[in-house]
């Protein structure tokens, strides 16, 4: 166990739709990071936040926002949702140079 | 541009034998790379990691090489064993703590016959 929780495990939904997923990271990390694993993908990164300021950006579409809450749990919220973006959704945590991972949300998107 | 490059997808060997799963980076400024190992239906965990100041760091059966001219790493596993078969992810990083950044590969999957 990682101490990173991150829910729904898994959610699907239609086309078009808006869906938030929920991240806590571990005790005393300052830092959430979210990522994305399509098929045949390795861990594209999405966003980071740290003490509730966004810190960097990856390739993460203008579809997709998130925002990491004074408590420092983090929400992902992915809208106008389309087939390709079926994917596992990980979230990690970290204080020094390891990031620690959540068990992920696999969205599907039908 | 794929910075972080495992170029084998897939490994296959025989418990007890010596598992090396390889992976190599393009970017110069990359000073901590670490390996990280996921189940399925499972977050990646944390496997090891090691430091541009070193070239080599074990944590027993598990050991990492770093080879900076070749700007090349690999993981060993010694003996191989059945429940380490996963996905092994490659990472690599500058900068520390807030300010650092993990680029990963895409992962080989490692299968280790009985």
Redesign the interface.
Known sequence: D?G?T?TPKHLITATGQRVTLRCSPRSGD??V?W?QQSL??????LI?Y??GEE??K?NILERFSAQQFPDLHSELNLSSLELGDSALY?C?S???????????TRLTVL | DQQVK?NSPSLSVQEGRISILNCDYTNSMFD?F?W?KKYP??????LI?ISSIKDKNEDGRFTVFLNKSAKHLSLHIVPSQPGDSAVY?CAA?YG????????????ITLSVRP
């Open positions: 990682s990173v991150q300052l830092s990071y990522y045949d993908q390795g861990l594209q990164f980071q740290y003490n810190r960097a990856g990980f990690a970290s204080a020094i140079n390891e990031q620690f991972f959540g068990p992920g | 495992q901590y670490l990280y239906a499972e977050g990646p965990t944390f990691s992810f990083s520390t703590g807030a300010n650092s950044k993990l680029t990963f590969g895409k992962g």
